[in-house]
C-alpha cells in the first residue's frame, strides 16, 4: 500500500491508488480474518499465524491514514471512513505494545492476539516507531535501542567476518536475542531514525559504518549493501546472510536523503502527520510496587505524563486487571478516572480487589492508561480496542505490577 500511494502520488495515475484500495480491501475483508478483534485490535499476520505483528501494524497505519485522505467521498471499494477506522485501531495496537518501564516497543502479541509476546525485542520496531508514530515518546524507543549492549542494543566495534580489510562496525544486530553481529538494514533504519530526532552524531557514525559495508564488506559491489557480514540471527527462526539485498540498500539510501517511507516526506520538511494526536504514559513505581493503603481492597496511587490532552475534552482513565491471583479472570476491573495537572501530568487513585477478596502483598496487576474522548470505559472489559471503547484515542502500553 505505501509503495502504491507513493507512485501515485508521483504519478497522479489512478491506477496506483486504486492498486493501494484493492490491498485495503484484501486486509479489511472479513472472510480473509485477518482483523483481529482481541486485544488492542490491529490487523493480524495471517490467518494461520494469529498474533499480532507491531511491525505490520506500524505499515498500516500510516497506509491507512494516506489511503483515507486520498479516498473519493464517494463509496468505492471502502469508504475513508472505515480506512481510517482500521488505521486508527492499528496505531493503538502499536501504542499498547510499548513497554512503560524501558521505553522499548515489543514485537506484537502470541497466538492468542491479546498477550504480549516478550520473549524477543526486535531492533526495527524502535526505528520504525519514531517514524510510523511521530510522537515525542517514541524517542525512548529510540534511546533504548541506541544504549549500548547489554542495556540497550547497540554493538561498539563488531568484527565485520572475512572483510577484504579489517573492519569494524558498530550498530544494532536484529533483535535481544542473538547479540553479535550488526545488522545492516537495522543501521540503515536508525541513521534515518536518527536525522528525524536531530541526532547528529548517530547519524554520522551509522552513515560511516554503511559506507564501510558497501566498500569493503564481504561480496561487497561498491553499490549495494549486503544483509550481513556473515550471519544475523533474528531470534525468530530465521537468519540474515551475506548477500546483497535490496532492503538495507533501499534504507540506506532513503537514511541519506532523509526520506521518511512511512508518510513519503522528508523528514525536517514539516510537522509530523501524527504530532498533534495525544499521548499517555504510565510511570512506574519503584521496585514495579505500588504500596496499598487497606486490604479490602488495596488503594493505591498511580501517576504518569500526557501530552495533547490538556484544553481538550480527553480523558485519561486508569484501567486494572488482576493478575495473580485472578479470581475474576483476564478482566479490567476497575476504570478509574485521573486528575490532570495543567503540565499534563496526571494521578489517579487505583484500587484492586473488593470489599469480599482480600489483597496480599506479592498480588499482582496489570495496568493501563487510557485517553477517551466522550464516555468513560466500562468494567469488566476483556479487551481495549475502540469497538470495546468507541470513545479510545490512545493508550499507554501495559505495566505489570504487584502490591505490597
Same mark, same amino acid.
Given at each position: 500500500?505505501?509503495?502504491?500511494?507513493?507512485?501515485?502520488?508521483?504519478?497522479?495515475?489512478?491506477?496506483?491508488?486504486?492498486?493501494?484500495?484493492?490491498?485495503?480491501?484484501?486486509?479489511?475483508?472479513?472472510?480473509?480474518?485477518?482483523?483481529?478483534?482481541?486485544?488492542?485490535?490491529?490487523?493480524?499476520?495471517?490467518?494461520?499465524?494469529?498474533?499480532?505483528?507491531?511491525?505490520?501494524?506500524?505499515?498500516?497505519?500510516?497506509?491507512?491514514?494516506?489511503?483515507?485522505?486520498?479516498?473519493?467521498?464517494?463509496?468505492?471499494?471502502?469508504?475513508?471512513?472505515?480506512?481510517?477506522?482500521?488505521?486508527?485501531?492499528?496505531?493503538?495496537?502499536?501504542?499498547?505494545?510499548?513497554?512503560?518501564?524501558?521505553?522499548?516497543?515489543?514485537?506484537?502479541?502470541?497466538?492468542?492476539?491479546?498477550?504480549?509476546?516478550?520473549?524477543?525485542?526486535?531492533?526495527?520496531?524502535?526505528?520504525?516507531?519514531?517514524?510510523?508514530?511521530?510522537?515525542?515518546?517514541?524517542?525512548?524507543?529510540?534511546?533504548?535501542?541506541?544504549?549500548?549492549?547489554?542495556?540497550?542494543?547497540?554493538?561498539?566495534?563488531?568484527?565485520?567476518?572475512?572483510?577484504?580489510?579489517?573492519?569494524?562496525?558498530?550498530?544494532?544486530?536484529?533483535?535481544?536475542?542473538?547479540?553479535?553481529?550488526?545488522?545492516?538494514?537495522?543501521?540503515?533504519?536508525?541513521?534515518?531514525?536518527?536525522?528525524?530526532?536531530?541526532?547528529?552524531?548517530?547519524?554520522?557514525?551509522?552513515?560511516?559504518?554503511?559506507?564501510?559495508?558497501?566498500?569493503?564488506?564481504?561480496?561487497?559491489?561498491?553499490?549495494?549493501?549486503?544483509?550481513?557480514?556473515?550471519?544475523?540471527?533474528?531470534?525468530?527462526?530465521?537468519?540474515?546472510?551475506?548477500?546483497?539485498?535490496?532492503?538495507?540498500?533501499?534504507?540506506?539510501?532513503?537514511?541519506?536523503?532523509?526520506?521518511?517511507?512511512?508518510?513519503?516526506?522528508?523528514?525536517?520538511?514539516?510537522?509530523?502527520?501524527?504530532? /498533534? #494526536?495525544?499521548?499517555?504514559?504510565? =510511570? @512506574?513505581?519503584?521496585? &514495579? $510496587?505500588?504500596?496499598?493503603?487497606? +486490604?479490602? %481492597?488495596?488503594?493505591?496511587?498511580?501517576?504518569?505524563?500526557?501530552?495533547?490532552?490538556?484544553?481538550?475534552?480527553?480523558?485519561?482513565?486508569?484501567?486494572?486487571?488482576?493478575?495473580?491471583?485472578?479470581?475474576?479472570?483476564?478482566?479490567?476491573?476497575?476504570?478509574?478516572?485521573?486528575?490532570?495537572?495543567?503540565?499534563?501530568?496526571?494521578?489517579?487513585?487505583?484500587?484492586?480487589?473488593?470489599?469480599?477478596?482480600?489483597?496480599?502483598?506479592?498480588?499482582?496487576?496489570?495496568?493501563? /492508561? #487510557?485517553?477517551?474522548?466522550?464516555? =468513560? @470505559?466500562?468494567?469488566? &472489559? $476483556?479487551?481495549?480496542?475502540?469497538? +470495546?471503547? %468507541?470513545?479510545?484515542?490512545?493508550?499507554?502500553?501495559?505495566?505489570?505490577?504487584?502490591?505490597?
Amino acid at each position: 500500500i505505501l509503495a502504491f500511494l507513493g507512485a501515485w502520488e508521483v504519478t497522479g495515475q489512478e491506477r496506483w491508488l486504486l492498486a493501494a484500495e484493492r490491498v485495503a480491501a484484501f486486509l479489511l475483508d472479513p472472510a480473509q480474518e485477518l482483523a483481529n478483534p482481541a486485544g488492542f485490535g490491529g490487523l493480524r499476520l495471517s490467518p494461520a499465524l494469529t498474533g499480532v505483528s507491531t511491525e505490520n501494524n506500524l505499515d498500516v497505519y500510516p497506509a491507512f491514514v494516506r489511503l483515507a485522505d486520498a479516498l473519493p467521498t464517494s463509496a468505492g471499494l471502502l469508504t475513508a471512513a472505515e480506512v481510517r477506522e482500521a488505521g486508527h485501531g492499528a496505531r493503538i495496537s502499536c501504542e499498547s505494545q510499548f513497554d512503560p518501564v524501558t521505553g522499548a516497543m515489543f514485537a506484537g502479541t502470541d497466538g492468542t492476539g491479546v498477550t504480549t509476546f516478550r520473549d524477543v525485542v526486535p531492533l526495527d520496531t524502535q526505528s520504525w516507531s519514531v517514524l510510523a508514530l511521530g510522537r515525542s515518546k517514541w524517542d525512548r524507543s529510540y534511546a533504548w535501542a541506541r544504549r549500548d549492549v547489554p542495556d540497550g542494543l547497540w554493538i561498539i566495534e563488531g568484527a565485520c567476518a572475512d572483510a577484504d580489510s579489517a573492519l569494524a562496525i558498530e550498530g544494532p544486530p536484529f533483535s535481544d536475542a542473538f547479540i553479535g553481529e550488526v545488522w545492516t538494514e537495522g543501521l540503515a533504519q536508525m541513521q534515518l531514525a536518527a536525522r528525524a530526532l536531530g541526532d547528529d552524531d548517530t547519524d554520522a557514525r551509522a552513515a560511516a559504518a554503511l559506507e564501510d559495508l558497501q566498500r569493503a564488506a564481504p561480496n561487497a559491489d561498491g553499490q549495494g549493501l549486503v544483509a550481513a557480514c556473515s550471519e544475523v540471527e533474528t531470534g525468530f527462526a530465521s537468519s540474515y546472510f551475506n548477500a546483497l539485498a535490496v532492503a538495507p540498500t533501499a534504507w540506506a539510501a532513503m537514511a541519506s536523503q532523509g526520506l521518511d517511507p512511512f508518510w513519503f516526506r522528508a523528514i525536517d520538511d514539516e510537522a509530523h502527520p501524527a504530532a /498533534a #494526536l495525544p499521548t499517555v504514559s504510565l =510511570a @512506574p513505581p519503584a521496585g &514495579l $510496587e505500588y504500596a496499598c493503603t487497606g +486490604t479490602r %481492597p488495596c488503594r493505591f496511587t498511580a501517576a504518569g505524563t500526557s501530552t495533547g490532552v490538556v484544553g481538550t475534552a480527553h480523558r485519561v482513565y486508569l484501567l486494572v486487571e488482576p493478575t495473580s491471583p485472578a479470581p475474576l479472570g483476564r478482566f479490567f476491573t476497575q476504570a478509574a478516572p485521573a486528575v490532570l495537572a495543567a503540565d499534563g501530568t496526571w494521578t489517579v487513585s487505583g484500587q484492586l480487589g473488593d470489599d469480599v477478596s482480600a489483597v496480599e502483598p506479592g498480588d499482582g496487576m496489570r495496568l493501563v /492508561a #487510557l485517553v477517551v474522548d466522550g464516555a =468513560a @470505559p466500562t468494567l469488566q &472489559l $476483556e479487551v481495549v480496542t475502540q469497538r +470495546t471503547v %468507541p470513545s479510545l484515542v490512545t493508550v499507554s502500553g501495559v505495566l505489570d505490577a504487584r502490591v505490597r
